[in-house]
């Protein structure tokens, strides 16, 4: 009982270990993958990326302002793999170190992330090019 009571006099002491969203910056780790990007500028509107997204999180949508099919990430489904950065012929889509914002399941609308809300690229955080890898041993 005396041990219980000194270790609950000790936590009492210590900082606490979670962070107070949003009220604190989250720091991400160097390899974090967070919200998907596309240039507009790049993306032909080919649908590779929705067709190899293992988690079918990305619906490609008719855009009447530029007159094709564009991706729209449903960031509910999305794993984060970077799958559809990888599958782009066209090098359109960037995984950048931004956190998705929380919702709720109901909140359909504030899932997705269409085209025309994105920021310029040079105003996204960019992702760092990942470490080489070790060399072979022999």
């Keep these: 009982m005396l041990k219980l009571f000194g ?10 270990v979670t962070i107070d969203v949003p009220f604190e910056k989250v720091e991400v780790e ?8 596309l ?6 509107g080919c649908g ?8 079918a999180a ?3 949508v008719e855009f009447k302002e530029v007159n094709r099919k564009l991706p729209v990430f449903i960031i509910g ?3 984060f793999c970077a799958q559809c950065e990888d599958t782009c012929p066209y090098d359109a889509i ?3 170190k931004e956190v998705p914002r929380p919702f709720f399941p109901f909140e359909e609308e504030r899932m997705r992330i269409e085209p025309k809300e994105l920021r310029p690229l040079e105003k996204r955080p960019q992702p760092k090019p990942l470490p080489p890898p070790p060399p072979a041993k022999r």
């Design 77 to 79: 489904r999305c794993v």
């Design 94 to 96: 960037k995984m950048t």
């Design 7 to 16: 270790e609950i006099i000790g936590n009492l002491r210590r900082k606490p």
């Design 58 to 60: 990305i619906e490609m």
């Design 39 to 44: 240039d507009l500028d790049k993306c032909i």
């Design 48 to 55: 590779a990326c929705a067709l190899d997204c293992p988690a």
């Design 30 to 37: 160097e390899l974090y993958r967070g919200l998907e990007f």
